[in-house]
């Protein structure tokens, strides 16, 4: 099995959370694979930018989730083991791109995230960064 080490952003605005619409017609979230020398954060942050187009800066940990799936391009298993951060955008703006295979996507109120979001574990990350979100900005007012 190959194993990757990925990292991800968990971005809210507000009380809204990004979300992607995948070429399988998944909602996920943005995040990218570690190469050779490269940091998380700097992944994480990378890949929020390159995928949804946002500018945002990390204000905690989230978590990890690791995922399994067969790859038919490799023809082998692969773990992608995912790193995430809790992100805040630093404005409303946002542009999916469309040429790494993301067909939609957005900023969703909580609730409605948690119901399109494609994965369970996608779904219980997303519910635990918020609560934790909600506190570390009670916490800087």
Do not use: H
Request: hydrophobic share 40%; net charge neutral.
């Amino acid at each position: 099995m190959l194993m990757r080490n990925c990292a991800g952003g968990v971005v809210f605005n507000g009380d809204q959370v990004f979300l992607l619409k995948n070429e399988k017609g998944e909602w996920v979230l943005p995040k990218g694979v570690i190469r050779d020398g490269e940091l998380p954060t700097e992944v994480a942050l990378r890949r929020v930018k390159q995928e949804a187009g946002i500018d945002a800066e990390i204000i905690s940990t989230a978590g990890e989730t690791c995922y399994e799936f067969f790859s038919i391009s490799r023809q082998c298993p692969v773990c992608n083991q995912i790193t995430w951060y809790i992100m805040r955008a630093l404005n409303d703006e946002y542009k999916i791109n469309k040429d790494e295979g993301f067909t939609g996507g957005g900023y969703f109120p909580i609730a409605e995230a948690i119901r399109r979001i494609t994965y369970s574990q996608d779904k219980a990350l997303v519910n635990l960064s918020y609560k934790k979100y909600k506190e570390l900005m009670t916490a800087t007012v």
